[in-house]
């Protein structure tokens, strides 16, 4: 079991693509840790960098305390299972688990009793066991890739989207699977995702990434509560944030002409006549069908039926705000009503810059340590 710190590490491509930018990072031994951001945002060369496959132009990166920096990517004692599996087709399945077994020397009954042992807590067993990889379903091949990269043992995981290529409800049944084989495992998992909700379900902490560097690193539920700037909160929930430009007045918020209350904590960190943006999650914002002080008065535009809520658009001015409604208070389109964001999720942000007002700053990352190698 081992560590893994990232110590300012920068990659640019050639052609100039600054992929990662001094980027910092300690990851505790056998915690889950999601990098989750849009495309291109560099999760995808951080990983392949911790692996040994690309090179850094600076920085360190070590494991349980050892530098890997230089190493190449069978001296690093990490399993990387890719999105397409990677299996080689040519083999049957359980020559494929026993793979990085074979690459030690080790025998072949001992290889064997190893494919069936990992394969069975994978499920995959009996005649399975002999077919090759173009003979199994998506979700098996998945398996199989897992169970490969569990024979080899290694200090740390990298898993770079390996649930993609699973439909909507294998990709739930297996996000389960992989977070309770990495409970009993123990083994530090990397897990690169652009899917906030896979990141938000499977990590124990976060990095949320943009253009190369962090934009937060928290747990799941700060990012999800508490995003520390608009990049963060517009990426973060499956209903988009309300964004919403305001001026900080005394005693609370001009939202669209409308007056709305703010925590004390934030309206002291703020100046009257500031531009700033609200945020509220729809989940948190309540609709009521009559008029409350304090509120965002409003005419229902849009109803959206999420299931069990449904998503109601309310104009607000010139605004568009949008809260979440139980079935049984679903207002009609043309309703007016008076929005409420509940006060201790409130957000507010700087339009200058987008970073919070009324909380800490991001803590600033510190480094050490990491080891990895490939399966
Ligand atoms: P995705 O979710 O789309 O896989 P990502 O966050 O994993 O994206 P990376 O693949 O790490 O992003 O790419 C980061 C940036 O580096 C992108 O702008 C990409 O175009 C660029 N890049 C990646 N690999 C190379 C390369 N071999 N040569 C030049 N530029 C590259």
Known sequence: ??????????????????????????????????????SGCGKTTLLRSIA????????KILIGGRDVTRLPPGARDLAMVFQDY???????????????????????????????????????????????????????QQRVALARSIAYRPHVFLFDEPLS?????????????????????????????????????????MAVMEQGRIRQLDTP??????????????????????????????????????????????????KVGDAVILGARPEYVSVSATELPD??????RVLENLGVDSLVTVEVGDLLVKATVPEERVPAVG????????????????????EQVGAPPVAPIEAPALAPQAG
């Open 221 to 270: 539920s700060n990012c999800f509560l508490r995003p520390a700037n608009i990049f963060v909160a517009g990426f973060i929930g499956s209903t988009p944030m309300n964004l919403l430009p305001a001026t900080v007045q005394d005693g609370g918020l001009d939202v669209a002409g409308r007056k709305l209350l703010i925590p004390d904590a934030i309206r002291a960190q703020a």
């Open 52 to 59: 040994g496959l690309e090179t850094p132009n600076s920085g």
């Open 86 to 140: 990677a299996l080689y087709p040519h083999m049957t399945v359980a020559d494929n688990i026993a793979y990085p077994l074979k690459v030690r020397g080790v025998g072949r009954k001992e290889r064997r009793d190893t494919a069936e042992s990992v394969g069975r807590s994978l499920q995959i067993q009996g005649a399975m066991l002999d077919r090759r990889p173009g003979q199994l379903s998506g979700g098996q």
């Open 335 to 354: 309703d007016q009503v008076w929005l409420q964001p509940a006060q201790g999720r409130l957000l507010v942000y700087r339009q200058d810059d987008g």
């Open 1 to 38: 079991m081992a560590d893994l710190e990232i110590r300012g590490l920068t990659k640019v491509f050639p052609g100039g693509v600054r992929a990662l930018d001094e980027l910092s990072l300690h990851i505790e031994d056998g915690e889950f840790f999601a990098l989750l951001g849009p």
């Open 165 to 205: 290529n699973l439909d909507a409800r294998l990709r739930l049944e297996a996000r389960t699977f992989l977070k309770q084989l990495q409970r009993d495992l123990g083994v530090t998992t990397v897990y690169v995702t652009h899917d906030q909700a896979e990141a938000l379900a499977l990590a124990d902490r």
């Open 295 to 300: 509120s965002l008065g409003g005419i229902v």
